[in-house]
Structures are given as structure tokens and as C-alpha cells.
């Protein structure tokens, strides 16, 4: 932590401030310079948490030196993780493709999808039971029923499953059926719901907030790992700027950022960033090639009547299509299906 | 609803989308220009739901014409709300002031504050018991033993409590002990909570979210109000921006902007907007002069030791002065006290 | 300057460091933590311009502790600056109104909104005659012949006359009609044109840029400050945000940031901030109550025939009005028109 | 164009709208709804310039059909656009890399890297002469000086070269010296200085405004069209967001989105955009991947002594290992250097 002083501060102002420091057991270090004296202050900061320095006489700012996160950060866990579900590996050298429906409708259609996505090369069906809509008369989701179907989806095609949460309810009933558990961009700062999942027991895969910074996504993450869940795949899904040509602004940057910070895998969805069909592909492209862990892509046997997102969503062609153009991206980035 | 054609799309494909229209029992109205076709739709678009009509072939985009909201709209209610807590009237003709600590800490600070700001002419006291922190290490409040304090302080001065909530068990808590339930901004689309407060029968304080729309606010309050819940209150606390020198980015123009498009009260929090001490009193005169309802402040009686937000807390003898600086203004507005 | 190093930098990364740190003639101060060592650096950094430190081995990040403009700073000029145009004094104890159409289209039109905002008590007539539009095909303003307007309504009227330039040739010709410079919001950045007023000896009005950083616009005014013309007064119109219920996000926040980092005046333009014109009056008054030195409001003959912006211009009625309400705002907050 | 009335706007209003819209010539379309009326206005919209129907009784809102640029979409001009800088050609089928420090700042520095970018596969050599900072006291560039290093980089190397613009009196300089002129983020929507390079001849690329949306920065792209110079490329560089972690957010939907909208070329910036070495290669190859004509990235002989922007800079070695790394992705993209 670092105190710097308002210009020409008195020396009386200085030394009230090196003497909480130190009657708090930790150092501190002055730098002194013709406007401006700088504190260095070492030990656990945490001994400071209710001296609000800041509001002492003549303190101008107070700089933050370390990150709050420290399971999620890549300073004291210095290997990639991997992310186990079931038998498949999420993390460097594989490269995971979750697809399926924004929300699952019907059983027909989520099996039938599921089919689809496996014969592609998905080894992941997602679908929503639970879908959080801005409006309270959008359609809300099958809920229990949804999550049937995805059960019913992985025993018919062995794929792994993933659905999102939205209360505990909705996590007590998902554990039972589904694999993986997402929680949404809206949720991401719902730590009550982060400790739950935290608590499930089951991977996680932690969507990026609409306007979370990085370092706010990798602390919500760290909620998860802080119950004894490391299992947390991070997923960008763009940012909310003042651009309008597409649903939200897709922040590729992320995934360098994030393997500089942190050792946790990180997917992409390209869907739900752009919020059109004809943008999915090129960004999925992108996202293998900078280095993403996996893909999240949303594709729909009927788009034109799907209940939710359907101008995102892929047909079963255009995802075959797009399946068997990202291969050699794949291999070039050292990673196998 | 309007349909904006491609540039020089096809009659046949105009044909097939009036058909679809035609066929839900809806009309359609063909403007064809030089360049543009446009459609527009009349008649319940919810009809349209699983259409997608923006896949169609040679379709442009979807023009929406009416909010998703209804209850919150004043187009359907034109008439100014009040909302009551107790004896006390939230909405035009009154200025509530909501003050208090950010976070509950004990009992003698809780009882301490709330006998301040009350002589200061407070009607409400605040204080967070269940305090939702970005780092999982943050103190996350007392939780239940903070809302026996808070009924303590109403007993004592007779104020006025309001307190946010994160959970079902919160609001279960928070139910039997306060006057009036927040849901903060981090929560505004947790859409479980939105409805779980809407049942509580409690008045509700609606923060916006950190990144949300007034539209998706007004939304939001719509999920309350379609539980059986008229009472709530709006509460403009900030958006995130690239700005660094406050905390968040007051929007005060959403105080106009909610006056046009919804009969609910608004108040303005300019202590969590700023982050900054000095800046409380200008923006509080400023959110009195463009016409908000009311100002939710934070006081503390020891900023310089408090658990949470310090450096934005005004001490008793600022909000005395504070309070006497606004009188005019608030007489100005033509409200009282 | 605070040099962070990354945790566990080995020790002879740090000296390597301290070694550049004291070859240039400063002094390096160690702060040695159990994690993580910062070194304080005292002395003028522009020693340091061309060593990009951030870049030897194990530095994790520079954190500046100064700001870099000097003249614009509150630190080095702590007494509030007035601006004179004419006889007529921008800044503490005055409330300037600025007020007049966004583009001046006839002499007539020009003359007869001089007179009205004259009548109604402003001090200026504003008008472009230079109008920044983001498509080329829409109306650029009538130039030289909208400059020779101005100067018949400072004839008539007696008002003070202001005028955005945009170019070299823009400013020699304003020189010569109008008492006062506008720089616009696109134009913020644009430091040749910085440079440029500040040689003309005008006062210089400067918008702040539609998505400029408060440290960027004093550094805007620095550019101008520099070339030796301190005649500068900011204005706040808004910055770019994602809502879109008004066409910019108006930040009063910047007022009392403002004057806490500067000296300078600094006036607040509602008009162009919200685009709508009902939106106008509500912010004026806020505006004032939160100390602003001044406002820019359109006012416009006729706005439904307005050949610019005449959704947020007010009619001489509506402005008329709204300068009788302001009255005891302005008493209020201690200034006088 | 479409006007959406008021609910229960009454058809006096309705009525008066459509004689304006007739009597101007043009066709008015009513969709009379149960809450709502929309008119559909078929004809030249310009006609209506000055009509302001916004502010007519019971107007809602205007909802504009078509996009203000016509020569910069690829509505009017299908086929993709090349670019000819001498015997380069910039568009499908090629991939440019333009490599070069951000500042030149001696002959010797400019000619050494120019000599190692060349070797690595570039085909421009890119070096600022005229550097536009925030701070007034910040290096300016070498101006001409620069230019004739420039000019001595081509005149060794074969390289076609590019310089940033910022006044009248640059371009006049630049066209002396380089192949190509740039229009920098800050100047994007400086009018005066976009028709100046329209009209000066030369191949133009267009950076993107750090917030500007991508129907303005077409617009802007106009400017230069409708001066007579159709060889205009965009350059994505990152959009300012309120994360941190990067300079700028890199917008790399912003590729699809461009190619969709609009004929001309367009490359990517990752130097500018991330601000951080270690994250231009990953997002490079992202660039390629997702359908980018070229790229920009910054290389210097000695980051850490660099004037300016060191910290993004790749070293020789560093480029030529991404340049070695890309060649396969840029195959895969169906491209050639």
C-alpha cells in the first residue's frame, strides 16, 4: 500500500501517519520529494481496514499495491489449472466446444440439437432452464423440466452438460442432473449465489459481468475457490460499451489478460457478445487464436422460431460449417478437440 | 413493432413476412421507399414471440415501438406515485433524506448515528447488515445482529429503517425488523431476488444497477410491482464509466428522465456515486434542484474508523450543515421535510 | 513516481533499478514488503522520459504521482480565476448565461434571439457559425457571413458574443467579429487548434471531449494555458456513456471535481448534454445548486423549424421562464447574473 | 424514416404531421395500432431538414432508416475495395503489416528498424513525425526532420511508408516525403483536417475515435470519399471502456460488423489498443483470424530507451517470432504478405 501525501503537507501531517502505521506493527518507508512525499507501507494491510487513512490531514490518495484475489491469481499459482468434468479436460492443450440452445424448449428440440452438436465435434450441450430476461413477461425458462431434458440429452450422446443457475433452487435442483454449472453475467456479483455454487461441489463456469472489470471477475471468482471449489472456468461474453452494432463489445483482450493474472481456463462466447449469426464465426476464429481455452456457441435447429436469441443462434449447417474451419485453427494453436 | 427491409429486398420476401404477420392475426403497413421497404406491425407482438422475424430473409432490423414495461410506465398510470412507509410519504410535495452508516458495525455506533442524523432532520436511518463486498475477504456485515440494531435505533428515535438485502434469508430476516428493503445495485437483475421482494409486502428501494439502462431500471421494477408490490422507490446512485475521479458517474439526468417515463418516486445516493466526502454536499443540492424526491447520504460518526466506505461518510457536524444548507432548496422544490 | 515491483523480483532487479534511478540524478526510496518491493523515486522524472522503466525486468507497474499539467492546477494557482470578456467577469460571485441557437441560420433569426435572451437576462449570445456534423451532407454552418451576424447582435444588443472555431482559418476569422472562442467537444484533442487559441489572445471557452477524462481536459486547457492565454473557462456537456435516453450522460460531478483540481471557471451546457429539451431546466437549476460558474443553453425562434438540434432548443418563452425559476437558484448559491 | 407517436396521441396530431410530410413532397404511411401510430415517411429525407417533426404535439420519437454515408457502404458499392499504396495492394486476398516505432526519433533508429521490419515480411515502415499527447509537455515529434527519415527508410529499403497527420501544414509536409497519410483517434472527427486529406491525393487510413462509434468513424470515412479520394482504410485501435487492464478495449467485432457494413479495407492496431507487449502477438493472430486486411504494430530497436509507447513496442526479435508465427494463420485466412 502506498500513501501519497497532498503537496507540501506538514511534517506533523507525515508523522501522525508513519505513527498509526507502525502502532498497527506494520513499517513504513518515506520518500521524500521536493512536492510530494510518498508512504511505502509494509505488512498486512488488513491490520489497517478501519483506519480509513485516507481521510487523515494532507492524505491525497492511497494507491493499492496487491490484488485482493489470491487463490484465483496467477502470483501465488504459477502452473495453468485444469478443470476436470467428468472424463473430459478443460484447459491448455484441449480446446472445449460448449453449443446448443440460449434456452431449451422441448425435449424433441434439445435432443435433437444435442445430436447435431455431438456429430460436430461439441463435447458439451448447454441450454438454459433458468434464463434470467429483462423483462418479467419474457419467457422465463422449463426450469425442473429443462434439466430433465439435459439429462436426458447426455444419455442419449454421452456429451458433458452445462445449464445456468439463478438461486439456490435452481442449484439444488441443477446438481441433480447437469455437469457443470454456469452462473450468468448478471449474477456475477451475486456473491451469495457464488458461494453456493462455491458450495455445490460441481465446476463452475463463471460468466464475465456486463460492465466487470478483471479484477472484479477474478474476485468473484475467488468467492468460488474460497469455499473449496477450484474448479472455475472463466467466460468472456463482451462488455457493455456505447457501441451499438453489436449486442455488447467482445473483449478478446481478456483472454491474454486473464492468462497474465491468473492460471484459471477461460472460453469465449461469441454469441452472446455480438448478438448476430453472421459475427459468431470470425470471433470464434479470433478467440482460438489468441489463446482461449474453449468456445461457447449458440445453435438452434429451427433459429427463426427459437423462443430466445434465435437471430445469434446457428443452424446445424452453418455450425458444421464453422466446426470444420476452426480445425485448422485448432491445431495451430496447439490444441486438440 | 416496425420491420426495416433490406435495401432493395425482393417483393417476395416483403410477401412472406406480411403472411406471418397476416397469419398471427396481427396487420401489417407497408411504407415502400426508393431505397427501403418498412412494415409496420400493429397488434400484440407477443404473438411474434418465437417468430424471429429479423432471420427472415432480406430483413434489416426490428424497431420495437413500446416498452416492455407497463406498471412502471406513466403512460399507464399518469399520475405521480406516492409511496408509504409507516406515516411517512415518499413522492412529490416531500423530501425524504435517508441517512445513516454504510455498514452497521455495533450497536452504540448504529444508536449514536441515528440519534444525529435525526436531529438533523433525517426521517430514515440506513445501514447495511449484509454488505455485498467485491473481495471475499471484505467485512460482509453483521447480518441479523445489524437488523436488531436497526429496530433498536427505530425504537429509540422513531425514525424510519431501510436496510439492503442479498438473499431469501435476508429478506426473511429483514422482514421482521425494518421498515423498507433495499435491493443494491449489483442486484438489480438478480431477477429471483426481484420477485422474492416483491412478495415481502415491504416497500422497496431499487438501486440502479452499475451498467443498467434506464430502461432495463424500469424493467427491473416491473418485476416487483408484477408480484403484487406497488411500492417502489428508484434509487440513481451512479453508472460505471471510464471517468476516475469519482467513484461512478451521477447521472442525475435520470431524475428528469424517470419523471417522463415512470410515476415511481425517484431519490439520489451522492455518497456511494462520488466516493468522495467533498463532493456529497454540491451533488445532494444539485439532485434537490432537477426535482428527486428525495437523497440517501451516508454519516458516520467516526469516518476515519469505519468498516466500509470511510472516505464518502460525512461526520455529524458536515451533515448538520449540510441539512441547514439545503433547507432553501428544498423549500425552492416546493417539498418538505 | 512509484516503481511496483512484481512479487518475488529478485534483489538484483531492484538495484539494477535503484542504480538507473540515481545514475539520472534522483533518489530511489526502497520499500520492502514481504511480498512485494516498491521504490519511491524523488526528483524531476522527465529525467527519466526515455528509460520506460515498466519495461526492465520484474518492474509490474509505474504509478505517476503527479498530475503533468501545472498551470491549470489548483495545487499551483490555489485562488479561484476569474475570466473577463469585455467588462463582463466569468467566475466566482457571477452566473454567466451563454445563450443563443445552435447554429446561426439568418441575420433575422440571429437578431431576434439576441434580443429575447438579452431581454430575458442572459449575458452572451452564443451561434455557430462552424458546425462540426458528423455526416458530411448535413448543413456545416454560414461561416464568415454567420461571424458578421454575431457582431450586428453585439451592435444591437450589447451582448457579448461567442462562436466555435474549428480550424486556423476559423479562428482568424473570429477574431476579428466575436469576444470569445469556443473550442468543441471533437475538438478537444485537437492540439494544434489548442495552440492556435491559445496565440489568438481570446478567451477561450473548452468543452470537454465526448469522452475526455477530467485529467485530459486540464491537460487541454494546459495546451492553451501554455501558449500564454490563461483566459480559459471549461464546459460540461456530457460524456458518452451506454445510455441512450439521453443523448449524452451530463456529469455534474465534474463541477466540484473541477474546482477541487483547478482554478479555473467552469460552465455547464444542459442543451447538448441531454438533447431534449424538456430535460433542459431541471439540469440548469441542478447545475447551479452544485456550483457551476455558468450555463449554455439553446434558444431557438422558432426550434420546430431549427435547422440543428431543435429537439433540445428552448423558445423564448420556455427560456423566459426557466430564467425566472433560476432566479433564486443563482441567489442561492451566492452569485449574480 | 419512421415517427412513432404518443399513446393515445389524437389524430388532430397525427393528421398535422402527415400535411407536413405531403406538402414537402413526400409520402406519409400510417400503422394506426391499439396504444400506438407509427408513420412510415417515404421520400428524400433532406426535404424535411428543417421541419424538426421531433417537436411536434404527440411526437414520440424519430426512428432513422437509412445510414447519412452512401459512398463508404457497401450497400452502393458491393464489392470489396482495394486500396493501391504504389505497387501494394491493401484489401482481399493480401495481408499488410505496417511496422515502426511509434515516434521516429533519429535517422539511425528509423533506418535500423526499418531494415529489420522489412527482413521480418513487413511492406510499410510506420514512424509518428508529428505525435499528438495529452500533455503539453510531453515530446512532440521530430516533424519534418522525421518525414525526410522517413523518406530515407523508403529510399534504403523499398518499404512504403506511413506518417500520422494533424494540421494543414503537415499534410503539406507529408505529401513530400510518404506513401501514406494517417488520420490519428483524436482527429477522427476534426471535419477541417478530413477534408484536407481527401483532398491531398494520397491513400488515407482512417483510425478509429477512441469513442466512436462505427457509424460515425463511416461518416468520417465520407469526409475523405467525398473529397474526391476513395482510398481510405480503416484502422480498429481500441475503444475506451471502463476496463483498466488495457489501455483500450480492442473491438475486434468491430472486423465483421465493418466488412459487413461498408466496401473498404480494414486493419488492426494491437500495439495502440492493449498498451502491453506481452498482448499483441496473441491478439495479432486474432486480427487475422477474424477477417482484418492488415495490421499495425509498433516495433523498436530499444524499447526501454524509447520516447514514446515503449512499453507496447515489440523488439526485433520479438517481431520476427510473430511474424514467423503468423504466416500460418494468415494462410489460413486465404492471405498473402
Given at each position: 500500500m502506498i500513501i501519497v501525501m497532498k503537496p507540501q503537507a506538514p511534517e506533523s501531517s507525515v508523522r501522525q501517519i508513519v505513527r498509526i502505521i507502525e502502532e498497527n506493527g506494520l513499517e513504513a518507508h518515506l520518500s521524500t520529494g521536493k512536492q510530494v512525499t510518498i508512504?511505502?507501507?509494509?505488512?498486512?494491510?488488513?491490520?489497517?481496514?478501519?483506519?480509513?487513512?485516507e481521510l487523515m490531514n494532507d492524505v491525497d490518495r492511497i494507491v493499492p499495491v496487491t490484488e485482493t484475489y489470491k487463490q484465483a491469481s496467477r502470483k501465488f499459482h504459477?502452473?495453468?489449472?485444469?478443470?476436470k468434468v467428468g472424463s473430459h479436460i478443460i484447459g491448455p492443450g484441449t480446446l472445449t466446444i460448449?453449443?446448443?440452445?440460449?434456452?431449451?424448449?422441448?425435449?424433441?428440440?434439445l435432443l435433437s440439437i444435442a445430436h447435431a452438436v455431438k456429430k460436430a465435434g461439441a463435447q458439451f450441450v448447454r441450454g438454459g432452464a433458468y434464463k434470467p430476461r429483462t423483462s418479467p413477461y419474457s419467457f422465463q425458462g422449463l426450469e425442473e423440466d429443462g434439466l430433465r431434458y439435459m439429462a436426458k440429452a447426455k444419455e442419449e450422446?454421452?456429451?458433458?452438460t452445462i445449464c445456468e443457475v439463478i438461486s439456490a433452487d435452481a442449484?439444488?435442483?441443477?446438481?441433480?442432473y447437469v455437469d457443470m454449472l454456469q452462473v450468468g453475467a448478471r449474477n456475477m456479483q451475486n456473491f451469495q449465489l457464488l458461494r453456493e455454487v462455491g458450495q455445490s461441489g460441481k465446476p463452475v463456469l463463471l460468466k464475465r459481468g456486463l460492465s466487470a472489470t478483471i479484477d472484479e471477475w477474478l474476485n468473484a471468482a475467488e468467492y468460488i475457490i474460497a469455499e473449496g471449489n477450484p474448479n472455475v472456468v472463466l467466460c468472456e461474453r463482451g462488455i457493455r460499451t456505447?457501441?451499438?452494432?453489436?449486442?455488447?463489445?467482445?473483449?478478446?483482450s481478456a483472454v491474454p489478460v486473464i492468462k497474465s493474472k491468473s492460471h484459471l481456463p477461460i472460453i469465449v462466447d461469441p454469441s452472446h457478445a455480438t448478438g448476430v449469426r453472421s459475427y459468431v464465426g470470425p470471433l470464434a476464429k479470433a478467440a482460438v487464436a489468441c489463446g482461449a481455452d474453449g468456445l461457447m456457441i449458440?445453435?438452434?435447429?429451427?433459429?427463426?422460431?427459437?423462443?430466445?436469441?434465435?437471430?445469434?443462434?446457428?443452424?446445424?449447417?452453418?455450425?458444421?460449417?464453422?466446426?470444420?474451419?476452426?480445425?485448422?485453427y485448432i491445431q495451430l494453436a496447439g490444441r486438440k478437440l
Open positions: 508512504i511505502g507501507v509494509v505488512g498486512d494491510k488488513n491490520k489497517l481496514t478501519n483506519k480509513n487513512l504459477p502452473e495453468d489449472s485444469i478443470v460448449m453449443a446448443g440452445p440460449c434456452a431449451v424448449e422441448t425435449e424433441e428440440q450422446t454421452g456429451l458433458n442449484i439444488n435442483a441443477a446438481v441433480k456505447f457501441e451499438t452494432a453489436t449486442r455488447n463489445t467482445l473483449d478478446l449458440e445453435v438452434h435447429n429451427d433459429p427463426e422460431h427459437a423462443l430466445s436469441d434465435g437471430a445469434q443462434s446457428l443452424t446445424f449447417d452453418q455450425f458444421d460449417q464453422l466446426m470444420a474451419e476452426m480445425k485448422d
